[in-house]
Each structure stands twice: as structure tokens, then as C-alpha cells.
């Protein structure tokens, strides 16, 4: 359809470069390294507002009231329920917090820029940017499809109910971890920025991170010589703790990377070949603990800003989330040698389950925080009026078919109670 196709001249996206009516291509930036930066600037502006933010406030505002308060309601104090729910509604406070953080600072450096503004080192930024960008959209997406599924199952029978409206939740979102660019696809591009931060750590070059989001590798020696010394819960329940250990694993899985890729170009692999070897666990497990901690990075920074009544709560969501993540890295936490014995395992799982004991009172006022109305809810669960069964008996009966098969037990057993 396009073959031999003339788009016209007038049709170009012109802002940071042109062709002139005689041909020439003419460019505001005499560094061509910048051309591509503000490319990336665009790219990272797609991904950044039409995928991060939309699923960040996705994962905030619907999934969570409706498992939640369903179990307040029902008055179900299970601890399991607690471990299964309590660290995806920590994720969704951080994530939120965290966006919010990351946006300012990115549309401060596009403002600069549209307005013409001298933005230092632009290049480097936006490329950092991009790598963050490119790990955290697989970060939130393919935690919103979890918690996604975990809220469905958590409201038991009740999830599956069209007036639920989990069903759909879980199957609008499902899109999102290919749109805007495949979460693998982009984990590689991240990954690649992050191993050209640590060889050039390693060379004792600058690194290119105005965002300062790795300046730890400058003393990536010093990092990977951390251990867990930790001998009561209460040690790991802090924020310092919880950063050190994130600082130790990126540089440990970095390490990882970095050896494994340069073996392989030992062997005589092009560069394509080696990367495409050491990707699978490694590149994958690299840019997501980069990702989470960004996440605990910009929330952190943003949380000891906030009014002191606020603080007491998201320290612990804080905790919470940064605790029930490393937990998922375990593995790589007893392989490099960080963690030693069982102790370290148990200790932090315990942790753990007592944030959850610990927030139990306030969960819900947390989800009710984050909740939109009950109209954009549109759901029969955790309205906010508290009616949970009644509700339910309402919109069933509203349907009188799909009450009777709701209830076609009651014909079996007829002194059955609803």
C-alpha cells in the first residue's frame, strides 16, 4: 500500500529536526547524541503517561477496595489473608507515591526542554530515563495482573460476579504488558543502560545517571561486600535495611551479568549473541530489582516530606512492600552469598507477617483513601456504605434468573439460609 508512497515534506514532526525544501537535514543540536535523546524523549513520554500512570492508578483505585474491605466485612481476620493482600495494597501506596515523585522530575526536564531551556547533560538524562521507564512499566503491569487474579480469588464465588466487575479489571489490563512496547523487549533495553553504568564503574569512569539512581556503583566493591547481620525483626524493618540490601542486590546481579556477557564474547559471540545468552534470569532479575528499587527509592524520598500524621502508616506500607519484595529474592540473596543458615529466610518472613498483624487496623482506611466512588467502582462489593450482603441480595435479585442459579442449592436443601 505504501510502496513508492510521497508523504509530504509539510508532515514532518519537525521540533528537534528539519529537511529543508532542497533536502538538507538541519538539526537544533550540533551533538547527534542529543538527536537521539530527544527522540527518546518522546518514546519515554508515551510509555510514561499512557501505560505507568494509567496502571499505577489502576492497581491504586480499583483492585483493592473490593478484596479488602470484602474480608473486613465479613469479619475474616485470617492471617493469610493478610499475607496474600496486604503486600499488593503496600504496592499500589508506593507505586503511587513513587509516580507521582518520578513525573514531576521527568515534566521538569521536558518543560526545559520545549521551552528551549539549557537542561545539562539532556543526553544522559533521557536515556536514564528511559531505563527507568523500561523497567518499571513491566514492574507495575505484571504486578497489576497479580494482584489482579488475587483479588478475583480473594472475593471467592462473589469475584466471579459480572457485577463484581473484577472480571473486566483483569481483562482490560491484561493488554498493557504488550502495548507500548513488549515487557520483555523493554526489561533488555533497561538492562543494557544498567551494564553500560556498572563497566563503566568498573573502568572508575563517570557514571551517566543525573537522576542519580546508580551513583551507588560507584562504590560497588565496598556494596558487594555487605552481608545480612541482622538478629531480630525489628533490624529489618527499616528503611535503611531495606535500601542497603537492594544497593547489594543490583550490584551482585549486575556482577553476574557483566561476567556471564563477557565470557561469552571471550568465546568469540557477537555482541547480539552474547546478550541474547545472558538475558533469561539474569537480565530479567537485574532490571526488576532495579525497578523496585526505584520505586522504594522516589517513594522514600517523597514519604519524609510528608505531613508527620501521614508518616507513621507509609513507613510501614514502605516497609512492607520493600520486606514482601525481597522476599521474592531470596535465591539470588543465599547465592551471592549475602544470606547465610535459615536464620535470614525466617527472620524476614516474620517480619513480614507482622507488618501485616501491624496494618490490619488501618488497612482499610488505606484502600478507602485510595478508592474512587462507588460509580466509577461499579461494583456490588465494598460499596461504601458497608452493606456488603444486602448489596448483593439487591443486585442478584435484580436479575432473577441469575439469583435462582446463585441459590439452586436451596432446592436440594430447603431449610438452607442465606
Known sequence: MFNQY????????????????????VSSFSDPSKILGAALENLSAVQHSS???????????????????????????????????????????????????????????????????????????VSEIHAMVSCSKPLLTWTTMEA????????????????????????????????????????QQAGNWLL????????????????????????????????????????????????????????????????????????????????????VYRWRNLTKAYSEYLALMFSLEAIEKKEETLKPVLYKLFTLYGLWSLDRHLVELYQGGYCVGEEPAKLLREAVMELCSDLKSEIVSVVDALAPTDFVLNSVLAKSDGRLYQNLQKALVGHPGTFERAHWWRQVVPSAKL
Open 196 to 279: 553500560r553504568q556498572y563497566s563503566a564503574a568498573r573502568a572508575g569512569e563517570l557514571l551517566d545517571c543525573p537522576l542519580n539512581t546508580v551513583t551507588f556503583l560507584r562504590h560497588h566493591n565496598t556494596v558487594a561486600s555487605l552481608v545480612f547481620t541482622a538478629n531480630n525483626t525489628a533490624q529489618l524493618k527499616t528503611t535503611q535495611f531495606i535500601m542497603s540490601t537492594y544497593k547489594w542486590l543490583i550490584c551482585y546481579l549486575l556482577k553476574q551479568t557483566y561476567d556471564k556477557y563477557e565470557a561469552l564474547l571471550a568465546k568469540g559471540l557477537t555482541k547480539f549473541q552474547a546478550k541474547n545468552k545472558s538475558q
Open 51 to 125: 501505560t505507568v500512570v494509567d496502571v499505577s492508578n489502576n492497581i491504586s483505585c480499583t483492585n483493592w477496595p473490593r478484596p479488602v474491605k470484602y474480608h473486613d466485612l465479613t469479619k475474616d481476620k485470617r492471617q493469610v489473608e493478610q499475607w496474600r493482600l496486604f503486600g499488593y495494597v503496600a504496592a499500589a501506596v508506593v507505586f503511587r507515591i513513587y509516580i507521582q515523585s518520578f513525573a514531576q522530575v521527568y515534566l521538569n526536564i521536558v518543560e526545559k526542554s520545549h521551552m528551549g531551556e539549557n537542561v545539562d547533560n539532556l543526553s544522559e538524562a
Open 6 to 25: 510521497r508523504i509530504p515534506r509539510e508532515n514532518l514532526l519537525n521540533r528537534a529536526a528539519d529537511v529543508t525544501e532542497d533536502g538538507q537535514y
Open 148 to 187: 489482579a487474579q488475587q483479588c478475583r480469588e480473594a472475593c471467592g464465588g462473589h469475584g466471579y460476579l459480572k457485577c463484581a466487575n473484577l472480571g473486566d479489571i483483569r481483562s482490560n489490563h491484561e493488554p498493557t504488558v504488550t502495548y507500548e512496547g513488549d515487557n520483555n523487549v523493554l526489561q
